[in-house]
């Protein structure tokens, strides 16, 4: 299972990636595994060296009753020291913002890649656009051709 935030690639351009761990509640991973989750406008930050994931809309667990979840708190993801300031330094000098891209298992374990993004401006979001656009194009004529 695996939740890809497809609006991240058109609105950033993605310089660097790294794998994140994730501190989930019981019934939020419950909710992960049916595939009831949202990436679309979620970002990180980085508060008192500690790096926070926001807007992240995980839907409750339908038979959670008292122990579910607030749907978009912010969770605390899992790096280290060095991770952490190597972001911190980027977000500051360079003006980036960290972008959740993808959210995955691996032995069970819910991992999240964390891109060190920079906003696209509107001219280069049509250039992406045209070279889509052109990709499509040469893929049904290559179908079609003999």
């Given at each position: 299972?695996?939740?890809?935030?497809?609006?991240a690639?058109?609105?950033?351009?993605?310089l660097d990636?790294?794998?994140?761990?994730?501190?989930?509640?019981?019934?939020?991973?419950?909710?992960?595994?049916?595939?009831?989750?949202?990436?679309?406008?979620?970002?990180?930050?980085?508060?008192?060296?500690?790096v926070?994931?926001?807007?992240?809309?995980?839907?409750?667990?339908k038979e959670?009753?008292?122990?579910?979840h607030d749907?978009?708190?912010?969770r605390?993801?899992?790096l280290?020291?060095?991770?952490i300031?190597?972001?911190?330094?980027?977000?500051?000098?360079?003006r980036?913002?960290?972008?959740?891209?993808?959210?995955?298992?691996?032995k069970?374990?819910?991992?999240?890649?964390?891109?060190?993004?920079?906003?696209?401006?509107?001219?280069?979001?049509?250039e992406?656009?045209?070279?889509?656009?052109?990709k499509?194009?040469l893929e049904?004529?290559?179908k079609?051709?003999?």
């Open positions: 299972m695996e939740v890809k935030n497809r609006k690639y058109f609105n950033y351009e993605v990636t790294i794998e994140v761990g994730i501190v989930l509640k019981g019934t939020e991973i419950k909710s992960i595994r049916n595939a009831h989750v949202s990436l679309d406008n979620s970002y990180a930050v980085i508060k008192n060296d500690e926070y994931l926001l807007n992240t809309f995980i839907k409750q667990y959670g009753n008292i122990y579910n749907e978009s708190r912010s605390k993801l899992l280290h020291k060095k991770e300031k190597k972001l911190k330094d980027a977000i500051e000098k360079e980036m913002t960290l972008i959740p891209l993808k959210l995955y298992f691996v069970n374990k819910v991992k999240i890649l964390i891109g060190v993004c920079r906003g696209k401006k509107n001219y280069d979001k049509r992406s656009l045209k070279e889509k656009d052109m499509r194009n049904k004529r290559g079609y051709e003999y």
